[in-house]
């Protein structure tokens, strides 16, 4: 009789269990058919003629050569003051620049806007006026130079004007997927739901036991039981069987001696990596505002990055190219004005810094080899606070020097030892390859 109600019971609960699973399936299916429709549903032809419709000046911003050429100027010399936007940084936004002046113009103020100003021209002084009088420094670019900038900025223009509208007509935000909010929705209610069912699974748990409770209660006062029917309703579980269990404790010892090994291992093989070292710099400087947000390119701060053995870090002066302007009451900024004004250099913390045994040149890897900055240094344009992103361990250098292949297209030096190389050996041509994995390439 015992046994009966026993697997009366896990029928109930088996039941309820599949009949909780089917109905969730159901739901996500009719979500899921959902989203496909509002998958489908962008408006046919949103975008047609959209970027015909941006391209007003009549730059060539079908040209990818001169908009990467004029992405790298604008980066290297105008986003300091300058966003590509709306924005006003130091100067004004630059969206839309190429509409509200003649191209003549621009190339003229440009390349001096200080001799246009003293000419009198009135939508210099205007200009100049507008922005607290601050001089913008000229520059000795070309004519194709100033229009691979213009051409750029309404090139940035377009991919904003090009992107499409949703079924309800609104316009989607870059890199949106459109039709994905059914999907978004889809999440949302499925955590909504998955908590809905631990709760309901956990009360019916509770249910359970209390029914068995009452159930052996009853039994207990009035029925008769027989010897098995009482050992099944009363028995009682002995947890002293457990720990006293010698197969218990063998297993348990063996468990923490094998931790133990584990972690003696690790921090002997971790000794010297400072992989995620983020110390705390004496002014709160963040890479994300400034390399992030507003683009500046990192040669701007870090001036030998591309042609000297070390990276430099910026002097006091280089903040002050903006910050003589930007923000001059921040309780940060004043710390850079307070080092000027004692001569004495800002002292931050180094982050990544390699054994004196270790030869390291960043123009070899970044002007030579075009290493991004990001390969090492990892997503350095999204951290507040910056820290050691890789390893930087001998074996992490040996295998990208494994990985990564060498570019000896018109380099003569190298014919003859690709040659050699593909005759002899399978794979690319790497640094590996040259030698660069050799003791005496890093330590002599």
């Given amino acids: 009789m015992i046994s009966c109600i026993v697997k009366t019971k896990i029928k109930v609960f088996l039941a309820f269990l599949i009949a ?55 980066k290297n010399n105008c986003a300091v003051c300058h966003s590509a936007g709306s924005d006003v940084i130091v100067g004004p936004g630059l969206a839309g ?28 002084i205007e200009v100049y006026n507008a922005y607290n009088k601050q001089a913008m420094p000229s520059f000795n670019f070309t004519d194709e130079e100033v229009t691979a900038i213009l051409t750029y900025i309404a090139s940035a223009e377009a991919e ?23 999907i978004g929705a889809v999440g949302g209610y ?16 509770v249910t359970l036991l209390l029914i068995t409770s009452l159930l052996k209660n009853y039994l207990n006062a009035n029925r008769k039981l027989n010897e098995y029917d009482n050992e099944v309703v009363n028995q009682r579980f002995d947890f002293s069987k457990i720990y006293k269990s010698k197969a218990v404790r063998t297993l348990v010892v063996l468990i923490f001696v094998v ?36 683009q500046i390119d990192c040669n701007y701060c870090h001036t030998t990055v591309y042609k ?42 180094r982050i990544h810094n390699l054994p004196d045994l ?60 690709v040659e050699l190389h593909e005759a002899t050996s399978k794979g690319a041509f790497t640094v590996s390859s040259n030698g660069g994995t050799e003791c005496s390439k890093c330590h002599y």
């Fill in 308 to 349: 000297s053995k070390s990276a430099s870090i910026p002097s006091a002066n280089i903040c002050m190219n903006c910050h003589s302007q930007i923000k001059t009451e921040s309780p940060e900024i004043q710390k850079i004005y307070t080092a000027l004004e004692r001569n004495r250099p800002i002292e931050w913390v």
């Fill in 358 to 417: 270790s030869y390291f040149n960043h123009s070899q890897h970044t002007q030579v080899g075009g290493v991004e900055c990001q390969t090492c240094h990892g997503p350095i344009q999204e951290m507040d606070v910056v820290y050691q992103y890789s390893p930087l361990t001998m074996g992490w250098c040996i295998n990208c020097h494994r990985e990564t292949p060498l570019n000896t297209e018109g380099n003569g030096y190298y014919d003859r030892l």
């Fill in 190 to 205: 499925l955590d909504i739901i998955l908590v809905v069912l631990i709760v309901v699974l956990i009360v019916l748990v």
């Fill in 20 to 74: 909780l699973v089917v109905s969730f399936g159901a739901y996500a299916q009719g979500e899921s058919e959902q989203a496909e429709v509002s998958q489908k549903g962008v408006v046919p032809g949103a975008t047609e003629g959209a970027v015909a419709a941006a391209n007003t000046s009549g730059l060539p911003i079908d040209d990818p050569a001169i908009v990467t050429a004029g992405d790298a100027l604008f």
């Fill in 97 to 124: 620049i190429n509409e509200r002046r003649s191209h003549d113009w621009l190339i003229r103020w440009i390349k001096n806007s200080q001799a246009l100003i003293q000419a009198g021209d009135p939508e210099a």
């Fill in 259 to 294: 931790v133990l090994l584990d972690l003696t291992l690790d921090t002997a093989m971790g000794v010297g990596i400072q992989q995620g070292y983020q110390p705390r710099q004496p002014i709160a400087f963040s890479h994300k505002l400034h390399a992030g947000e507003h």
């Fill in 160 to 182: 904003v004007a090009a992107v499409p509208t949703t079924v309800d007509g609104d316009a989607a935000a870059p890199g949106e997927n459109i039709g994905t909010d059914a």
